[in-house]
T-cell receptor
C-alpha cells in the first residue's frame, strides 16, 4: 500500500509563476520529511528537511511546511525558472526502523515553460 | 568533494545474464542503500548496509544480492537477470538515521534486460 501520496502527478506553469506541490502520507511513526529534486535521468538532490510539528523551512525560492497532525506537507516554489523543470519527490522517514527507513512518493513532474 | 559514484551509467544484458552494479561513496557515511526506480512508483529499497560486511534486506530483495566490501563500496548483484529487473538503480549513503541525516544519492545506473 502506498504510504506517501503526492499531488498533482504533473504540473505545467509559466516561467515566473508560483506553484505548490502537495504530499500526504500515512507513515507511522513519522520522524522527518524531505523534499528532493530529481532532474530527468539524474540522482535526487535534497531541497529541505522538516522534522518538527508545524516546521517551516526556506531555501531560496523553495519553502516547505509540515503538519504532522494532518500528515501533510507542501512545497512552494516562487518565481519559477526553466531550470525548475524536474520531478519533485516527497520522502518520509520512519523512526521505527533501526536504519531510519525512507518511504518515497512517486513524485510530481513539474514543467516550466517560457 | 564528498560524493556517491555509481558505475556503469548504463548497462544492457540478456535474460539470465550476470550483472554487478557498483557504488562508491567518499562521504565517510556508515549507511549505504540500493534502490530501484520505476515509472509510477516511488524509489523502492532493495538492500542496505550499516557497515563493511553488514547486509540488510530491503522491501524488494527478490532476485538481488548485495555485498558491502568496505566502508566505501557497496555492490548489487543480479545473478540471473530477468526483464522485470529493467529499471533505474540508485545507490545512496547516509550518516545517521532520523531528521539530521545527510543523504547523498548517486546519479543512477540504467539497466536494460532483454
Amino acid at each position: 500500500k502506498t504510504q506517501v501520496e503526492q499531488s498533482p502527478q504533473s504540473l505545467v506553469v509559466r516561467q515566473g509563476e508560483n506553484c505548490v506541490l502537495q504530499c500526504n502520507y500515512s507513515v507511522t511513526p513519522d520522524n522527518h520529511l524531505r523534499w528532493f529534486k530529481q532532474d530527468t535521468g539524474k540522482g535526487l538532490v535534497s531541497l529541505t528537511v522538516l522534522v518538527h510539528e508545524n516546521d517551516k523551512t526556506s531555501n531560496g525560492r523553495y519553502s516547505a511546511t509540515l503538519d504532522k497532525d494532518a500528515k501533510h506537507s507542501t512545497l512552494h516554489i516562487t518565481a519559477t525558472l526553466l531550470d525548475d523543470t524536474a520531478t519533485y519527490i516527497c520522502v518520509v522517514g520512519d523512526r521505527g526502523s533501526a536504519l531510519g527507513r525512507l518511504h518515497f512518493g512517486a513524485g510530481t513532474q513539474l514543467i516550466v515553460i517560457p | 568533494e564528498a560524493a556517491v559514484t555509481q558505475s556503469p551509467r548504463n548497462k544492457v544484458t540478456v535474460t539470465g545474464g550476470n550483472v554487478t552494479l557498483s557504488c562508491r561513496q567518499t562521504n565517510s557515511h556508515n549507511y549505504m542503500y540500493w534502490y530501484r526506480q520505476d515509472t509510477g512508483h516511488g524509489l523502492r529499497l532493495i538492500h542496505y548496509s550499516y557497515g563493511a560486511g553488514n547486509l540488510q534486506i530491503g522491501d524488494v530483495p527478490d532476485g538481488y544480492k548485495a555485498t558491502r566490501t568496505t566502508q566505501e563500496d557497496f555492490f548489487l548483484l543480479l545473478e540471473l537477470a530477468s526483464p522485470s529487473q529493467t529499471s533505474l538503480y540508485f545507490c545512496a549513503s547516509s550518516d545517521a538515521r532520523g531528521g539530521n541525516s545527510d543523504y547523498t544519492f548517486g546519479s543512477g545506473t540504467r539497466l536494460l534486460v532483454i
